[in-house]
């Protein structure tokens, strides 16, 4: 009699520990170190939100600098195609193929708030960019903080300084201004950058305030230099997804988690990431011997010149490829707005 309700006991407890137990795991890759500022103020964090939001029913694995295979231009189709169960994604790093987002992209487009840049970038996706994506589950859409110049050398203070420097760019409207601005463009993913820095492939690039730790920018360049005003010089548009059939495998509680931790705020929130990480960035940067520089409003005027005149080319072009470029570009300009209105730049 004592071994049978033992034994009911231990059956008890088995299945009480069944129902909380874990039913899924999710591995989400990206192509950045762990220390950097979406992985460690925004992924991370999600992924422990959704942990506990399941209640331990859902389990989020997470691969940084693509330890699951593959090239950082091939995460959407590692997605796509369900070799991963989802991850972060520039959709720039395929030109040509998402062309709409790339008005997101376009020079002095963004504030330098991520967090608003971000608001702006969820909504544009709403509009423009559900298509794109229909085959993964999008999670989030959102840009990172100012884009900056890091370089060998001198800070850049003129449009004259940019002559000649090979400079890495992250996309087709960074480098189309880059090219305006008289450097030689070279197109590299972030994974490619310190080394083409440190072996002379590239004289420095544009990338963020928040990358500098991570990827040791403080050490390998030698200055770091900003425009003046509220707008970025340059600014990228990133995904956050799922594998659509993993999101579908998934009972109807369980994709309610995902949900709730999609959308609008998952956006936000990865800005206010990037502003989190600009912000230690800058620190580590005041703290070396790189040297700050600041272009002056009178440059930055001139810069914004050429700014424009790569949109008004990029709204011909998209306009010969069947889009409604002024549209796009109008409309983004008005997201922007209204999201600064919600979220003011600092620093």
């Given at each position: 009699?004592?071994?049978?309700?033992?034994?009911?006991?231990?059956?008890?407890?088995?299945?009480?520990?069944?129902?909380?137990?874990?039913?899924?795991?999710?591995?989400?890759?990206?192509?950045?170190?762990?220390?950097?500022?979406?992985?460690?103020y925004?992924?991370?964090?999600?992924?422990?939100?959704?942990?506990?939001?399941?209640?331990?029913?859902?389990?989020?694995?997470?691969?940084?600098?693509?330890?699951?295979?593959?090239?950082?231009?091939?995460?959407?189709?590692?997605?796509?195609?369900?070799?991963?169960?989802?991850?972060?994604?520039i959709?720039?790093?395929?030109?040509?193929?998402?062309?709409?987002?790339?008005?997101?992209?376009l020079?002095?487009?963004?504030?330098?708030?991520?967090?608003?840049?971000?608001?702006?970038?969820?909504?544009?996706?709403?509009?423009?960019?559900?298509?794109?994506?229909?085959d993964?589950?999008?999670?989030?859409?959102?840009?990172?903080?100012?884009?900056i110049?890091?370089?060998?050398?001198?800070?850049?203070?003129?449009?004259?300084?940019?002559?000649?420097?090979?400079?890495?760019?992250?996309?087709?409207?960074?480098?189309?201004?880059?090219?305006?601005?008289?450097?030689?463009?070279?197109?590299?993913?972030?994974?490619?950058?310190?080394e083409?820095?440190?072996?002379?492939?590239v004289?420095?690039?544009?990338?963020?305030?928040?990358?500098?730790?991570?990827?040791?920018l403080?050490?390998?360049?030698?200055?770091?230099?900003?425009?003046?005003?509220?707008?970025?010089?340059?600014?990228?548009?990133?995904?956050?997804?799922?594998?659509?059939?993993?999101?579908?495998?998934?009972p109807?509680?369980?994709?309610?988690?995902?949900?709730?931790?999609?959308g609008?705020?998952a956006?936000?929130?990865?800005?206010r990431?990037?502003?989190?990480?600009d912000?230690?960035g800058?620190?580590?940067?005041?703290a070396?011997?790189?040297?700050?520089?600041?272009?002056?409003?009178?440059?930055?005027?001139?810069?914004?010149?050429?700014?424009?005149d790569?949109?008004?080319?990029?709204?011909?072009?998209?306009?010969?490829?069947?889009?409604?470029?002024?549209?796009?570009?109008?409309?983004?300009?008005?997201?922007?707005?209204?999201?600064?209105?919600?979220?003011k730049?600092?620093?």
């Amino acid at each position: 009699m004592k071994k049978a309700l033992f034994a009911g006991v231990a059956m008890l407890a088995l299945t009480a520990t069944g129902a909380i137990a874990q039913e899924v795991t999710i591995r989400l890759q990206h192509f950045v170190s762990p220390n950097s500022a979406n992985p460690r103020y925004f992924i991370e964090p999600w992924a422990e939100k959704v942990e506990a939001d399941s209640a331990g029913r859902i389990k989020v694995e997470i691969y940084p600098l693509m330890q699951l295979g593959g090239r950082a231009p091939d995460q959407y189709d590692m997605i796509r195609d369900g070799v991963i169960d989802g991850g972060w994604v520039i959709p720039g790093y395929q030109p040509g193929r998402f062309p709409e987002a790339e008005a997101l992209e376009l020079p002095f487009m963004m504030p330098k708030s991520g967090e608003a840049a971000s608001i702006a970038a969820w909504e544009f996706t709403q509009k423009y960019l559900a298509d794109d994506f229909a085959d993964v589950q999008l999670i989030a859409a959102h840009m990172h903080g100012r884009g900056i110049v890091y370089k060998k050398g001198a800070p850049v203070e003129t449009v004259e300084d940019f002559e000649g420097l090979k400079l890495r760019g992250p996309s087709r409207p960074a480098t189309m201004l880059l090219k305006k601005l008289g450097a030689t463009p070279v197109g590299l993913p972030v994974p490619a950058f310190p080394e083409a820095v440190s072996k002379g492939v590239v004289d420095g690039g544009v990338i963020t305030y928040e990358m500098a730790p991570s990827l040791k920018l403080e050490e390998l360049t030698d200055s770091n230099t900003d425009v003046s005003g509220d707008h970025s010089l340059y600014n990228l548009y990133f995904i956050w997804a799922m594998n659509k059939d993993k999101y579908n495998s998934l009972p109807d509680d369980l994709k309610a988690v995902i949900d709730a931790n999609s959308g609008a705020m998952a956006a936000a929130w990865a800005g206010r990431a990037h502003d989190t990480g600009d912000a230690d960035g800058k620190n580590v940067l005041e703290a070396s011997d790189n040297v700050a520089g600041l272009i002056s409003e009178a440059e930055t005027a001139r810069i914004m010149a050429l700014g424009d005149d790569v949109t008004a080319e990029w709204i011909a072009e998209a306009t010969a490829k069947g889009l409604d470029g002024q549209a796009l570009v109008e409309d983004a300009r008005a997201f922007v707005a209204a999201a600064e209105a919600q979220v003011k730049p600092e620093g």
